[in-house]
């Protein structure tokens, strides 16, 4: 059965943050529950999601949890991404990294690079970067923890990380097309719009299978982007940005490589 829009929305949804409830899916979509409902029913159907109470989940294994389960799609080409932009970046930078999947490659990248400050609201990025060889000054905000994926969150947490003006912004999204970045988070859309104007430069990674999602909400345009690294990227977008500001990585880089 052929699935509409908001069904793979809400699908991408779930596989972002693993379960969401009822009422919120209806203020995300601007739709009534009973609408929700009824696309629900349909997955349901097809066995791609569980219901429960007031809300809905991805099946196990699935949630099992769902950003240890996104540490290790795509991996290899993470792998590939993450090593290319821990070459872009300089020496004795200060970086500010996401809570993204893809930054934690980063963060196991530049364990083995010189000395930096390193802000992130990640506690998962803070224990690669604290496990590792390398003698970073790690940064931490204030804020919720928000155990799904071990990530610091609040209000607090972006008037905290406002008062820097890191040399690179490191982000990723879930979602990228003509008209700019996407993501489904309220939260990290508000984290990311602020720190893109703190940092002297931005830097989005993302793997080509993005291109062809789409999010619910959008974070930035492409002129917001000052450097994209990706594996592939379509014309459309990348005629949007300076070629010299594309990073195309597309060989695994050689073992102990910066």
Known sequence: MARSHRQEQILALLGAQGKAAINYLADEFEVSDETIRRDLKSLSTEGLVEKFHGGVRLPAPRTEPPFKRRLSENAATKAIIAAETARHIREGATLLLDNSTTACFLARELTRREPMTILTISLEIAQILN????QHRVILPGGELRKADRTLTGASTINYLSGFTPSYFVMSVVAGSPQ???????????FKRAMIERADETVVMMDGGKFSKSGLIHVCDWTA????????????????????HILLASEMPEPGAA
Do not use: K, N, R, Y
Request: glycine share 8%; charged share 30%.
């Open 131 to 134: 496990a590792g060889e390398g």
């Open 180 to 190: 700019g970045c996407q993501d489904f988070d309220l939260f990290e859309v508000e």
């Open 225 to 244: 982007v000052d450097t994209l690294v990706t594996d592939t990227v379509p014309p459309e977008i990348a005629e949007q940005i300076d070629h010299s």
